[in-house]
């Protein structure tokens, strides 16, 4: 993206380009498509909504005839931090039952939101639940017990904006992962 998009005006540094992101989801979506029986029955479960973007890249690099569905889901708590208790916004309009979940996600935080979201999928009987998420915050994890199969990338402990993630939902259309100016955080 040319440096006249105005919204670069808020951005302190771009932390991931958009075409090291679009590289490792090629690569991803082959890690992906490998895992799996050509027979399997795949849904692609996109947590809304800073997921959709990375999502709707990653299925057209996914070798399978996978179904997509959406789920939104809010952490109960305050501020920046989420409790780990969630409640379904937006359920799958698909059953899941005897099919493969792929749970694809924005950001792994704390893991709290993630584990409740496993959690309670599980309780459908799926064949399986697999998870991909594009972005990695390892230093902030709580809850250990979730496993990521499939991760694009690791960040540091910073807040970052782009490529579906916002701030007060706005920049989820940059095309890059970036941190913005502390003098918007007011
Ligand atoms: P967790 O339960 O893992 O702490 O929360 C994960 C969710 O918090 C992510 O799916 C995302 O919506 C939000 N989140 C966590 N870190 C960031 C960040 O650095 N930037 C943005 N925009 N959202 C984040
Ligand atoms: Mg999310
Ligand atoms: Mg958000």
């Known amino acids: 993206m040319p440096s006249t998009n105005i919204m670069m005006k808020d951005i302190k540094e771009i932390i991931i380009p958009e075409e090291v992101i679009q590289n490792r989801i090629k690569e991803l979506g082959e890690e992906i498509s490998n895992s799996y029986d050509p027979e399997d029955e ?7 909504r800073g997921a959709v973007i990375f999502a709707a890249d990653l299925a057209r690099h996914i070798n399978l005839p996978v179904t997509i569905d959406f789920m939104d889901v809010s952490s109960y708590g305050q501020g920046t931090s989420s409790s780990g208790v969630v409640r379904i916004i937006k359920d799958l309009e698909e059953n899941i039952e005897n099919k493969h ?34 972005l990695d915050k390892p230093e902030r994890r709580v809850e250990k017990q979730v496993e990521v199969d499939f991760n694009g990338f690791e960040v540091p402990d910073k807040f970052v904006v782009g490529y579906g993630l916002d701030y007060a939902e706005k920049y989820r ?3 890059f992962i970036g941190v913005l100016k502390e003098e918007l955080y007011s």
Do not use: F, Q, Y
Not at 42 to 48: A, F, K, Q, S, T
Not at 110 to 128: C, F, N, Q, Y
């Open 42 to 48: 795949v849904i692609m479960v996109c947590i809304l």
């Open 173 to 175: 259309n940059l095309p």
């Open 101 to 134: 979940v792929l749970i694809v996600e924005d950001i792994i935080d704390t893991g709290l939101t993630l584990k409740h979201v496993v959690d309670m999928l599980k309780t459908r009987e799926p064949a399986s639940i697999k998870i991909v998420t594009l």
